[in-house]
């Protein structure tokens, strides 16, 4: 089962795409035929080139002086995985194709292309729209924020399925924090074998963490004043037997 929560504003495919370049600890580089794993060892400039960090001897080194201009010639694979564990734990998928510049002692990927994938499929995003975006404020402290909510606070989590409507609750055998961004939180329902999203929108956008604890208050206080779904009362009581 899918979510049949309406799907309420969040960041565009460019945004999007720059959050999971610049939170991704990883990224797999295909060149030359032959593929490396790097961890730690990108940063995302300004305008959307990728600096890559290398030893001498990588063989990149050797496809970025001795490749061709005017096709593209590596690939970047960014993994954008939840902090919280849960099925499917994939969220998306970024690549990123096009050659490498020796830049001092690394390689920067200048893009030609840039595709997203997501659940709901998959689409090329704009290169001058990629250039020109910014990650989402919380994307470097997304991990961490999801992880405490769902650590410390899962009285707040089942508090917060209050806003739920209750068919997206049937069956339900557990709800995790999945998401956040500037625009609202994503919950992940799982079943028994399928689960579904659905999200709570905030107010307004947060630009920060202070005034994402704000925007999590004003959602708590509307659970609070919500009637707990009978699809997720269904469930303990059966759960209690």
Do not use: K, N
Not at 30 to 57: K, Q, S
Not at 89 to 107: C, D, M
Not at 176 to 197: N, S, W
């Amino acid at each position: 089962m899918g979510d049949t929560q309406d799907w309420a504003a969040g960041p565009g495919a460019a945004q999007r795409a720059r959050s999971v370049a610049a939170a991704a600890w990883s990224c797999a580089v295909t060149a030359d035929g032959a593929r490396e794993e790097y961890v730690g060892a990108h940063r995302v400039t300004g305008d959307g080139g990728v600096l890559l960090d290398v030893p001498e001897d990588s063989a990149l080194v050797a496809a970025a002086l001795c490749a061709p201009r005017g096709e593209p010639t590596a690939v970047l694979e960014f993994a954008d995985v939840a902090p919280v564990p849960v099925r499917r734990r994939i969220r998306s998928r970024l690549w990123l194709a096009g050659w490498f510049t020796p830049v001092g002692g690394s390689l920067l990927l200048r893009p030609t292309r840039v595709v997203l994938w997501q659940p709901s499929g998959t689409v090329p995003v704009d290169l001058d729209e990629f250039a020109a975006a910014r990650p989402d404020p919380l994307a470097g402290a997304e991990a961490r924020l999801l992880t405490h909510l769902a650590d410390a606070h899962p009285d707040a989590v089942e508090r917060l399925t209050r806003l739920v409507r209750p068919e997206s609750l049937h069956a339900a055998t557990r709800v995790v924090p999945l998401a956040v961004d500037r625009h609202g939180l994503t919950l992940r329902v799982e079943r028994a074998r399928t689960q579904g999203d659905v999200r709570l929108p905030f107010h307004t956008p947060a630009d920060d963490v202070a005034q994402l604890a704000e925007r999590m208050r004003a959602l708590l206080a509307r659970a609070s004043a919500a009637a707990c779904p009978r699809a997720l009362q269904w469930q303990r009581a059966d759960g209690d037997r």
